[in-house]
């Protein structure tokens, strides 16, 4: 089945730096989300892109839906140590069943105050 | 507060027993789906339900099953024929449609004695 390829896996950074990850896909998506996890808790929705191209802020973090359709990123700007836990970008393709995601492996961010 | 309610927080299962986990939703949402979450894995849909009555296997429905009687209840049971429960399992709805967005309960963690 479709794949999302989400990187970095990890990522260790000093508070106050930006940080970016990415997902990529074999085939276009016509919707992205990016999502953040809590240990031991559920996915909480930070960003939901719809178009290809669009740019979507919240607060620190920017989201874009890449012009390929097969790509999306999201960057944090000026990190704090409330930014850790584990970021997932899901997709939805054209072609899916309805409403019907497929998630990335996650990106762990740590931040050392 | 709208939201989606999983329990138990955590659970136990001993070999041979079905264990059933809850999932409430007050949304109002027609959507529904079940994940399961292994560590350093994405999020795999194991069942969804577009509409009461009527669910679908994901793509690891094997060893599970659902019912969806209400709208806002999706109960999921482990069965004994699940040979490798332990997992975090997660609870999503959404509204009907594409690019509809998940939004995920705080899941259950499941457990063999």
């Known amino acids: 089945g479709q794949q999302l390829n989400q990187s970095p896996q990890s990522m260790f950074i000093q508070e106050g730096e930006d940080v970016s990850m990415n997902c990529t896909s074999s085939s276009i998506f016509n919707t992205w989300l990016w999502y953040k996890q809590d240990p031991g808790e559920g996915p909480v929705l930070l960003i939901a892109?719809?178009?290809?191209?669009e740019l979507t802020s919240n607060g620190r973090l920017t989201a874009q839906f890449g012009i390929t359709r097969k790509d999306s990123f999201l960057n944090i700007s000026a990190s704090i140590p409330s930014d850790v836990g584990i970021y997932f970008c899901a997709g939805q393709a054209p072609r899916g069943s309805q409403g019907n995601l497929i998630f990335g492996k996650g990106t762990k961010l740590s931040v050392k105050p | 507060d709208g939201g989606i309610t999983q329990s138990p927080k955590y659970l136990f299962r001993k070999e041979g027993q079905n264990v059933t986990l809850s999932c409430e939703q007050n949304l109002n949402h027609d959507a529904m789906y079940w994940y399961r979450q292994d560590p350093g894995q994405g999020l795999r849909l194991i069942y969804y339900?577009?509409?009461?009555?009527?669910?679908q296997k994901g793509d690891i429905a094997e060893g599970y099953s659902v019912s969806r009687e209400k709208k806002e209840s999706f109960p999921l049971t482990v069965t004994s024929a699940q040979k490798n429960p332990t997992a975090f399992y997660l609870c999503?709805?959404?509204?009907?449609?594409?690019?509809?967005?998940?939004?995920f309960g705080d899941g259950t963690r499941l457990s063999i004695l």
């Open positions: 339900s577009q509409i009461v009555n009527d669910f």
């Open positions: 892109l719809y178009k290809a191209g």
């Open positions: 999503a709805s959404s509204g009907q449609g594409r690019g509809r967005p998940q939004h």
